[in-house]
């Protein structure tokens, strides 16, 4: 056997404040694993669950004070024994580290072409200027950048530009080993699956091996060769892609796989009346043994719309009796005509002299679009292409260029400060990262009480029972816990279900959600979605849902709609979407999403 690239043995990582506890809490808790060169390691699990923490053990990135025991191996020589100096040749030139959000790692002030010159300058100090830049430039050119961009600086990159200049940084020494956190789980669909197949054809074509550490089980599974599943610090379970799909051990990956077939199902919003499926058979993810059924009650088998009920897992499917709304309404309640968002751009010194007009951006061009009470109503699209923008406009955030929203009969444009006040607490939003969303000096029931201070709908004491109950209705219990507590002591699935709470207390009629789902782990993911699902059914709801998560909007949603360029290019039931795409934009996306039982 070959000598191994990368060997980790009985590896244990205890963060400094985790060793002041009476019992000693491991991040990591004995975690085994080899890789060789070229092969591709997919690392799932919930968020905490140690994967993160593994990929910067072996990096050495990890808090001064940490605890670490075990062995890190690196062609045959200790990483945990190699000194500061060694340190930093190690990294870039052996194991490079591709983070999840790029804009966090890119200096603001400087160049793309300067970051990548920096680097090779770095552990190269021998190249001169003109052999900095030309590698520099080749290097870019390997991820697609062309080299008139390499003057430009990282806020004026697509968040899909700024990770392949991040990808551009870990080749720039061409490493042995690739360490991908979450590199896509900002992106949208088509501008994910171009990232990682340039990243999986530059392994290919430099021999380099990756772990990739994922929450994303379908995008794993499509990429790499080999998965590891962790749970709790621990690697509770390897094997190749296709072994650990459809003929899982552990009873955690199966919850894992179930969550994210609960939203994967082949039915889509049929997934929402019977569970996963139904009644599930004896076939597999694509219908080969283990995870699937051949038919069911809820789905047609192949593409892993059911679960068989002979494994036993802890995450229990809801059967619910959602039935659709008609569309048999006379009055919709929102209506949307001609609606235009336009920005110009400030012309600097020098494009006054050469430039005539203004850059406008068109943010939203054109939109008409109506929708229905009780309706779930997903609008999808990669970033930049309006989503955003149009919910803001909706809500009267920020005044359209033209064009009407009709709320209820009532022009929204046309209302005053005042008025559009009243309007809101009929029409609530909940955002993509509740951490950023909830005042983090406020207490959980401070922060869901607010709106009900705002609208001067209830005093102290009826505030405090509504909250309560509230908290119970989105399953934080035990309540007084949860009250007292501030958001930054909440997991990010509690804090969702904390923006949840404060989008419903002061009982609207319409919730627009945006992305409010993409920064959770699967089975958070299915648990958060079922919820509101629960909630619509209770409180009478109606969602526009905003998401570039084909999946999601295919379990949640009745009618989608399609955005590209400020433009709706396409609108139709979920099924039809799915079945029948008209628009070659839509095609593109559904061809783009990675789907869970199609390994």
């Known amino acids: 056997m070959s000598q191994a690239l990368l060997d980790i043995e009985n590896l244990k990582v205890a963060y400094p404040h985790q060793q002041d506890r009476e019992s000693l809490q491991w991040a990591v808790n004995g975690v085994s694993l080899t890789l060789q060169r070229g092969d591709r390691l997919g690392l799932v699990g919930e968020s905490g669950c140690g994967k993160s923490t593994l990929g910067r053990a072996v990096m050495r990135l990890l808090p001064p004070a940490s605890r670490v025991n075990g062995k890190v191996m690196f062609e045959e020589r200790s990483v945990l024994d190699l000194t500061p100096t060694q340190m930093r040749q190690f990294r870039g030139e052996a194991v490079a580290l591709v983070f999840q ?86 992106l949208d669909v088509t501008v994910a699956a171009q990232i990682l197949k340039e990243l999986m ?232 990262d509740p951490h950023a969303c909830l005042n983090p000096t406020m207490t959980v029931g401070q922060n869901i009480a607010e709106p009900l201070f705002i609208h001067q709908i209830a005093n102290p004491a009826k505030a405090k029972e509504q909250v309560m109950a509230m908290l119970k209705r989105v399953g934080l219990t035990p309540l007084e816990n949860y009250y007292s507590r501030y958001p930054s002591e909440l997991s990010g699935g509690q804090q969702q279900r904390v923006a949840i709470a404060r989008a419903l207390i002061t009982r609207p009629r319409l919730i627009i959600c945006d992305e409010p789902v993409s920064m959770l782990d699967a089975s958070i993911q299915a648990q958060v979605l079922d919820l509101m699902l629960e909630l619509k059914r209770e409180f009478d709801l109606t969602y526009l849902f905003i998401t570039h998560d084909l999946w999601v909007a295919r379990f949640l949603c009745d009618r989608i709609a399609v955005m590209n360029s400020g433009q709706i290019v396409e609108i139709d039931t979920t099924q039809a979407i799915f079945n029948n795409p008209q628009h070659p934009y839509t095609q593109t996306l559904l061809a783009a999403a990675p789907l869970l039982g199609s390994q």
Not at 114 to 142: F, G, N, V, W
Not at 333 to 345: A, C, G, M, R, V
Request: overall charge neutral.
């Open 201 to 432: 054809r530059l392994c290919r074509e430099r021999d380099m091996a990756l772990l990739l550490i994922s929450h994303d089980l379908a995008l794993v599974g499509e990429y790499c060769d080999r998965i590891g599943v962790m749970h709790d610090g621990e690697l509770i379970e390897t094997g190749s892609s296709q072994t650990v799909f459809q003929q899982p051990q552990h009873e955690y990956t199966r919850s894992l796989l179930q969550a994210a077939l609960h939203i994967h199902g082949e039915q889509g919003v049929g997934s929402r009346e019977q569970g996963a499926g139904g009644q599930g058979g004896q076939g597999g993810l694509g219908g080969q043994g283990g995870l699937g059924g051949q038919g069911g009650q809820g789905g047609q088998g192949g593409q892993g719309s059911n679960f068989s009920h002979s494994a036993t897992t802890n995450y229990q499917l809801p059967t619910t009796n959602y039935q659709l709304p008609t569309t048999n309404y006379q009055l919709p309640i929102l209506k949307i005509t001609d609606l235009k968002q336009h920005y110009s751009l400030e012309r600097n010194f020098i494009e006054r002299l050469f430039k005539a007009e203004d850059q406008t951006i068109k943010a939203v061009d054109g939109i008409n679009l109506e929708l229905f009470p009780g309706e779930i109503l997903g609008l999808v699209g990669e970033s930049g292409c309006g989503k955003s923008t149009l919910s803001r406009t909706i809500l009267q955030l920020v005044r359209p260029t033209s064009g009407k929203v009709e709320w209820q009969g009532t022009d929204l444009t046309t209302l005053s400060r005042q008025d559009l006040r009243l309007s809101r607490r009929q029409m609530q939003m909940i955002f993509q």
């Open 101 to 186: 959000d790029p804009m966090t790692r890119l200096d603001p002030l400087m160049t793309i072409g300067k970051h990548c010159m920096e680097t090779l300058k770095a552990h190269q100090p021998h190249l001169s200027e003109r052999e900095l830049r030309d590698k520099a430039i080749a290097t870019l050119a390997a991820v697609k950048i062309p080299e008139n961009r390499a003057h430009q600086y990282p806020h004026e990159f697509s968040g899909g530009m700024r990770q392949r200049v991040a990808i551009a940084l870990a080749l720039m020494l061409d490493p042995k080993l690739i360490i991908a956190d979450e590199p896509t789980t900002s």
